[in-house]
């Protein structure tokens, strides 16, 4: 997942996004909690908004198709917060629906398929 900077002024005009400070994101990248694994659909899902009050978007990330043990499709989610300098995996957490005590019965539960934020 490419996250570029840019956006619009304080005065509400386009500033365009600046290609050339693009910034990957992988479950493989340091400080990303967890396992790297195939076909999870990292980043199929997205979400900012300001989760821990800092006045920086943070980044929610959905991989709907994550693997937790041995239940397939069970979906995770993590938290990647903003910062001065953009986001950051600095403090990233993750987490899965039985983690918050969100328990879907059936199979596929695919938590973290769909998100919003402001």
């Known amino acids: ?24 994101f992988r479950q ?13 659909s990292f980043g199929g ?5 300001d989760v821990d009050g800092d006045d920086f978007p943070d980044l929610a990330i959905g991989a709907s198709f994550e693997t937790i043990g041995s239940a397939s499709r069970t979906g995770n989610v993590w938290v990647l917060h903003g910062a001065s300098g953009g986001t950051t995996t600095s403090g990233a957490v993750s987490f899965s629906g ?21």
């Open 45 to 49: 899902a997205l979400a900012a908004g």
């Open 1 to 24: 997942m490419w996250i570029f900077t840019g956006g619009f002024t304080k005065s509400g005009g386009a500033a365009g996004v600046d290609a050339s400070h693009g910034t990957v």
């Open 98 to 118: 039985p983690t918050v005590g969100i328990a879907r019965s059936g199979d596929d539960p695919m938590f973290g398929d769909t998100m919003s934020g402001s």
């Open 28 to 40: 493989a990248t340091e400080g990303v909690p967890g396992a790297d694994e195939s076909h999870d």
